[in-house]
């Protein structure tokens, strides 16, 4: 876990695209709101490293070719290359299809319910374009099939509710000691 805790000491700081707050807060959030939902570890992991991606450095991410931005809201296909990173370091395949698949449950969402459209942040909505804009049915029906599709839509429920500045969550230590057991075991 050293290696993803030097990646949120070099950029965890940084702001979360548009959102008042930095990349570490959103994490963090992000995976309070999942423990304090009772998910299992796996899960909370997954809630605490999804935007991992931003936080990659282009040397770990060479050669692939979705490496790109989105206009100053971070890294294009940054859930894929979260995804494939940790797959690398040993995390469960659940952790990575959380991952891979929780900007797929915006574009799902989005599809489904326009009600949730209009709940976005402004972040969210310039994004939204980079990444697909709404599903088409033929998508949805797909999404709806993953195996792990209700924790994904939970987990992007909990990505939009981690935006709150200042507010008091257990430190990296506790989530990246969690992480740790996770592939150690």
């Known amino acids: 876990m050293e290696i993803i805790a030097s990646l949120f000491t070099q950029s965890g700081n940084d702001a979360y695209f548009g959102e008042p707050v930095t990349q570490l807060e959103h994490a963090l959030q992000c995976a309070q709101l999942a423990e304090q939902a009772g998910a299992d570890e796996e899960t909370i992991v997954a809630a605490f490293l999804h935007d991992i991606g931003h936080l ?12 790109g931005y989105m206009d100053g809201y971070g890294t294009i296909d940054h859930e894929r290359l979260g995804a494939d ?10 952790v990575a299809q959380l991952i891979e698949n929780h900007v797929n449950a915006k574009r799902y969402l989005v599809f489904r319910n326009p009600k949730y459209f209009a709940r976005l942040s402004e972040a969210s909505l310039k994004t939204l374009t980079f990444q697909g804009g709404p599903m088409s049915e033929a998508e949805a029906l797909a999404f709806e099939a993953n195996p792990y599709f209700k924790g994904i839509l939970q987990l992007r ?15 990296a230590d506790y989530y990246l000691a969690m992480g740790q057991k996770l592939i150690a075991g």
């Open 56 to 67: 990659l450095p282009p040397e770990l991410t060479e050669g692939d070719a979705a490496q």
């Open 85 to 94: 990173y940790l797959r690398q370091l040993g995390y469960s395949e659940k």
């Open 157 to 171: 429920s909990w990505d939009e509710q981690a935006k709150i500045p200042g507010l008091a969550t257990p430190g």
